[in-house]
């Protein structure tokens, strides 16, 4: 396997023992696929993030860790990527702990994992539990501070959230549903990923709100523990628009628009708004090809910013401490679609 990086800095970077790489280096047996695979996968990131690590200044190891939809941990790692670069006058490197769907003691067992193998500070995007936020205390204990992203865990150790306001957004997107709507009479519908996300139920919670105070005889219909997931949202969606024949608007705080969007698609049934989160790739063609109204968005590489000069105030690396303020929210419909890439 070619590489030109130090054994101990790919250990460093897979989690493992030096012992362990060595092994998969040289094809050796006696090594799960599993673990392997987290080598090869070390040394990509190591590569990825070579020219970083020519950086001088102090160096600091980051984990993020998700649990989210695979579209939107890949639209976040570029965003870290392009971000560290700019971190000065830290240099930093990042491990990545990414599902689509973490069983609780399993996501619990790795940010032990974390604590016990050391790290300079984690970014985090998981459901607000109580495991989770023991989880955060013990890392807290071990002094390895954590920033919560996009999604929140309030009580608990973490030294900050970065991220949109949530609530704020939900409001966004029922004045925008309403502008659309109109005086047409039908229901809304609001598709969550997780009861245990913070962010999205601070996004419902705002959309409901909204249109509570300004249509009260508005009807919404919710469906929720999708996972943001296309397959599951098809699936719940389809079941709604089988019983429900007045869905005229739809609010997607957590993914899986192509999945909703096949739903109304295979009964013939039109909307009249769709409001969605984040500018992914599978985003990105929606809007441009209409089926999607408008997307709220925010910048990505600003949160994991302000996630890292968090973690460096913790340090002492910066004058600190450092309170990230919630990142403005952009609304991206297609003619300034080009702008927000720019």
């Known amino acids: 396997m070619a590489h030109s990086h130090p054994i101990r800095e790919i250990a460093q970077q897979a ?12 094809g050796r047996v006696g090594v799960r696929e599993g673990t392997a695979a987290q080598v090869r996968q070390a040394i ?11 950086l001088s200044g102090r160096r600091f190891m980051l984990d993020l860790v998700m649990e989210t939809p695979r579209r939107f941990s890949d639209l976040t790692r570029v965003a870290l990527e392009a971000e560290l670069p700019t971190l000065r006058p830290a240099v930093f490197r990042a491990r990545y702990h990414v599902r689509e769907a973490w069983q609780p003691d399993e996501l619990v067992a790795e940010l032990d994992g974390i604590a016990r193998r050391g790290s300079h500070g984690v970014v985090l995007k998981a459901p607000d539990t109580p ?46 549903v309403a502008q659309w709507v109109g005086e047409s009479r039908g229901a809304l519908l609001v598709v969550t990923s ?45 079941a709604v628009l089988a019983s ?4 005229v608007a739809v609010y997607s705080p957590g993914g899986g628009n192509r999945g909703i969007i096949a739903a109304f698609d295979e009964v013939g049934r039109r909307y009249r708004g769709y409001i969605a989160h ?42 600190g401490p450092h309170r990230p303020r919630p990142t403005a929210i952009q609304i991206v419909v297609p003619p300034n679609l080009a702008a927000v890439d720019g």
């Open 15 to 26: 989690g493992v023992s030096e012992a362990t790489v060595d092994r998969v280096l040289h």
């Open 44 to 54: 990509a990131d190591l590569d990825r993030q070579r020219s970083q690590l020519r």
């Open 131 to 176: 495991a989770v936020a023991a989880a955060i205390a013990r890392l807290t204990a071990r002094r390895i501070p954590v920033v919560t992203v996009v999604t929140d865990v309030p009580q608990s150790a973490r030294i900050a959230y970065v991220g949109m306001d949530n609530r704020a957004a939900g409001v966004t997107a029922a004045h925008l």
């Open 194 to 238: 997780g009861r245990l996300f913070r962010g999205e139920e601070e996004r419902e919670t705002g959309f409901r709100s909204e249109i509570h105070r300004t249509d009260p005889a508005r009807r919404i219909v919710g469906i929720v523990d999708t996972g943001g997931l296309d397959a599951v949202c098809h699936r719940e969606v389809a």
């Open 244 to 247: 429900d024949p007045d869905i």
């Open 278 to 319: 984040d500018l992914a790739e599978s985003n990105r063609e929606l809007l441009l090809a209409g089926r999607i109204s408008a997307v709220l968005h925010h910048d990505l590489r600003a949160d994991l910013r302000g996630a890292a000069h968090a973690i460096m105030a913790f340090h002492g690396a910066i004058d």
